[in-house]
Nanobody, 123 residues
Framework: QVQVVESGGGLVQAGGSLRLSCAASGGIYSINAMGWYRQDPGKQRELVALITSGGSTMYADSVKGRFTISRDSAKNTMYLQMNSLKPEDTAVYYC?????????????????WGKGTLVTVSL
């Protein structure tokens, strides 16, 4: 069973930095895209950043120039370097993995979410 685990959240002062990690494991055959999303209580989950298997990236306008997404394909791991953090970045950050599980003989699609990691930015 494919699992996704986030780590690296915590409490940081405004202007500080954090680095989130997301590790996918459990029968993954290939990954098409990995993304970071965030959600405040009472609000919809929003896309923060996305990286494809080809290395293309996209960012929400609110984080462009401050956040950088990257991945280590060999380790099925994704990172989000967050700099110049603002109080409005406070949220639970979720990792999402879209790809295929199984083997070369039989594969099926997967779309898996992690349980999230809390990022709190104080004034």
């Amino acid at each position: 069973q494919v699992q996704v685990v986030e780590s690296g959240g915590g409490l940081v002062q405004a202007g500080g930095s954090l680095r989130l990690s997301c590790a996918a494991s459990g029968g993954i055959y290939s990954i098409n895209a990995m993304g970071w999303y965030r959600q405040d209580p009472g609000k919809q989950r929003e896309l923060v950043a996305l990286i494809t298997s080809g290395g293309s990236t996209m960012y929400a306008d609110s984080v462009k120039g401050r956040f950088t997404i990257s991945r280590d394909s060999a380790k099925n791991t994704m990172y989000l370097q967050m700099n110049s953090l603002k109080p409005e970045d406070t949220a639970v950050y979720y990792c999402n993995v879209k790809g295929m599980k199984g083997s070369i003989l039989y594969r099926s699609p997967v779309d898996v979410w992690g349980k999230g990691t809390l990022v709190t930015v104080s004034l």
